[in-house]
């Protein structure tokens, strides 16, 4: 189902120094063109990469969570990433805390609903990789920093194979962290500025856009317009605002007029059901849809009870928005 990648046979060595994997209710994964034996994961168990650098923590719920740019590891080995090296902007800010974040949204979901969603995380800084952008601005070059990109690439490949294998379905969310002014979280769904700014009529007319869209799959099946999905009244948006998480778009803040606003990045392009994904062999991934969601600092990420708060706001939020337009139910 899954393209081969080089770096996933490196992280095995260091899988099988880091667990056992034999307990009851591990769920067992062979990615399409790999040499190895099977992989098997234990939900709620972490696995690493070569040196720790990528971090995988098995799930059995239909829902994948991931964090790029939250990671402090800085080796000397892997040369700083700038932009006379890497080309386009190099950005190297860390996110901060949102790796804090994604532990907290898994307990927070597991308490919930007693699965385990999967969780994706980056450890290498910023500095030293970009997993939320493409070769050679991801990686300046380095075979250790290209080793991790594929590595974090394979395990989010394995956590979609788990939950298509198990749920025929699933949603992805990879989450960042803002500066911005204004305090309210950011959700991509790989729309720009310019397309939001459309009116309803305009967007709902747009078909280009209804198969770019992160949640395209959902789009095309749904009962309701784009416009609906996106910003009306059961929306993401609406919904996190209604529980206390001001964002964009929902009913509340439908568009980001003339604020800084984030659309998604390579993460959500190649892991959710946009067209854009079949670029990376994705055509197999139609049924894996989500966004990027970029968290603002105050209230969601600054300390352990905001956090608390916003996991448990975001499992009743996916619970209603994915049963009421994908029929997806998170409670079994």
């Known amino acids: 189902m899954f393209g081969p990648h080089k770096g996933f046979r490196r992280c095995l060595a260091a899988l099988a120094l880091v667990a056992a994997c034999s307990r009851v209710g591990s769920i067992t994964i062979r990615p399409a063109g790999a040499t190895h034996a099977s992989v098997t994961y234990v939900p709620g168990q972490s696995y690493f990469g070569a040196n720790g650098y ?146 309803d009529a305009r967007l709902n007319a747009d078909r280009e856009l209804r198969d770019l869209v992160s949640i395209a799959t959902i789009a095309k099946t749904s009962r309701l317009p784009l416009s609906a999905l996106i910003r009306g009244p059961t929306s993401l948006g609406t919904l996190y605002a209604n529980n206390g998480f001001r964002s964009v778009p929902g009913e509340q803040d439908p568009r980001p007029n003339d604020a800084p606003y984030f659309s998604a990045g390579d993460n959500t392009r190649r892991h959710s059901c946009g067209s854009e994904a079949t670029s990376y062999g994705g055509t197999s991934f139609g049924q894996i849809c989500g966004v990027q969601i970029e968290a603002n600092y105050t209230g969601v990420r600054d300390n352990a009870a905001n956090r608390d708060r916003f996991g448990d706001v975001t499992a009743a939020v996916l619970e209603q928005f994915l049963l009421m337009h994908w029929g997806l139910r998170l409670q079994r």
């Open 54 to 199: 990528i971090e995988y923590i098995a799930g059995n719920a239909p829902v994948i969570f991931t964090a790029s740019h939250g990671g402090a590891l800085l080796p000397a080995s892997i040369a700083d990433r700038t932009a006379a090296r890497c080309g386009g902007s190099a950005t190297t800010t860390t996110d901060l805390n949102t790796i804090e974040l994604v532990r907290a949204m898994q307990a927070r979901y597991f308490a919930r609903f007693g699965q385990y969603p999967h969780v994706v995380i980056a450890h290498l800084a910023r500095r030293k990789l970009d997993a939320n952008r493409t070769a050679p601005e991801a990686t300046c070059g380095s075979d250790e920093a290209e080793a991790a990109l594929d590595e974090w690439h394979s395990f989010i490949d394995a956590a979609k194979e788990s939950v298509l294998k198990s749920f025929g379905k699933g949603w992805y969310m990879d989450m960042h962290g803002h500066g911005h002014a204004i305090q309210r979280l950011e959700i991509g769904y790989l729309l720009a500025t310019s397309d939001l700014q459309l009116s």
